[in-house]
């Protein structure tokens, strides 16, 4: 069991967030994961007020966030904090083409070298 499982574990146990919420944002971690070979780093992860889950990547001008809330789709939103420039989009499950371009922007080439997560940071 990695860090962001624990994490999401002690959202569900500590009751901010839903079990079934906190088991869909799960399993669509490891299906990202698994699409970019282990390559993309572990999400920053916090709940968000209404009982979300958010996950977050920031890398230079790029801030990529995934909102998984309720039974709702998880949505993807993505901001260059240079141009202002900004997109909002329903996620499905595997990723489309145009989707793997904004998480390639966030790709670590060497899997071993991966940076810390913010999970600890969003327990505060």
């Not at 994490?7 to 970019?36: C, D, H, M």
């Not at 790029?62 to 809330?69: A, D, I, M, S, W």
């Not at 996620?91 to 083409?97: G, R, T």
């Amino acid at each position: 069991m990695n860090q962001l499982h624990s994490y999401l574990n002690a959202l569900v146990n500590e009751k901010i967030v839903s079990r079934p919420l906190a088991s869909t944002a799960w399993r669509w971690w490891q299906n990202a994961e698994g699409q970019f070979v282990g390559q993309l780093p572990v999400p920053s992860a916090a709940p968000g007020p209404d009982g979300q889950i958010l996950y977050t990547w920031d890398k230079g001008e790029n801030h990529l966030e995934v909102e998984f809330c309720g039974a709702e789709p998880a949505t993807l939103f993505h901001m260059n904090r240079i141009t202002g420039a900004a997109s909002e989009r329903t996620l499905s499950d595997n990723l489309k083409a145009e989707e793997k371009d904004l998480f390639s922007l966030f790709l670590n080439s060497d899997p071993n070298n991966r940076p810390l997560s913010g999970l600890a940071a969003a327990r505060g």
